[in-house]
């Protein structure tokens, strides 16, 4: 089966930095996304990563480690609006598996 | 950025009634989409594949019987949920994917919220 873990809750002040982790088990991997979630609704695309590394886009960060099966999103300078849903997801070459899901509470 | 559209929004149905949802990418052709169904709080969780001009390919645990799956074009899948009970009740997503290099991306519709009474 797959499996994507990821630490349910997180709360971080704002305008500080905050890390969501995501592990993967997955029969098959081409990439790993990371969406976000506000409540009632639908995800929207923050990032994709195919290669290890670090991508940038603007306060958003994200990183990949094939070799660990581990991923991990970096929101720097957080606002009140960064709080949501996170998921990681990733691409099987066929399919797109969600993980658990971070709550992200940005608190003054 | 691409557009995916889904209709209706809400849709509240009795008992034992079919629903039709529409998935559709608006301003680029999918090859592939995707229906996922989201209870409260919880994680998106993948029902099934959609392929144009092909059958769903569903996940493990889900009835395809129950829910039906066409794909009749490249910019339209329909999702009907068959004889619906309340345990059906859910927020129902569509998305459809592209691929630009080696990034795969999924565009994801505004979702379908089903209460069945």
């Known amino acids: 089966g797959q499996s994507l873990e990821q630490p349910s809750e997180v709360t971080a002040v704002e305008g500080a930095i905050v890390q969501i982790n995501c592990t993967y088990q997955?029969?098959?991997?081409?990439?790993l996304s990371w969406y976000q979630q506000h409540d009632g609704g639908a995800p929207t695309f923050l990032s994709y990563?195919?290669?290890?590394g670090l991508e940038e886009t603007g306060r958003f960060s994200s990183f990949l480690s094939r070799s660990d099966s581990y991923g991990y999103l970096l929101l720097q300078e957080l606002q009140m609006k960064d709080s949501a849903s996170y998921f990681c997801?990733?691409?099987?070459?066929?399919?797109?598996?969600f993980g658990t899901g971070t709550s992200l509470t940005v608190i003054p | 950025g691409a557009v995916v559209s889904q209709h209706p929004s809400w849709v509240i149905c009795k008992s034992g009634t079919s629903v039709k949802i529409e998935c559709r990418s608006l301003d680029f052709q999918a090859t592939t989409m995707f229906w996922y169904r989201q209870f409260p709080k919880q994680s998106l969780m993948l029902m099934a594949t959609s392929n144009e001009g092909s059958k769903a390919t569903y996940e493990q645990g889900v009835e395809k019987d129950k829910f039906l799956i066409n794909h009749a074009s490249l910019t339209l899948s329909t999702l009907t949920v068959t004889s619906a009970h309340p345990e059906d009740s859910s927020f129902y997503i569509c998305?459809?994917?592209?691929?630009?290099?080696?990034?795969?991306?999924?565009?994801f519709g505004p979702g379908t919220r089903l209460l069945v009474l």
């Open positions: 997955t029969s098959g991997f081409y990439g």
């Open positions: 998305s459809a994917s592209t691929i630009q290099g080696l990034q795969e991306t999924q565009y």
């Open positions: 997801a990733v691409f099987t070459g066929n399919q797109f598996y």
């Open positions: 990563n195919a290669l290890d």
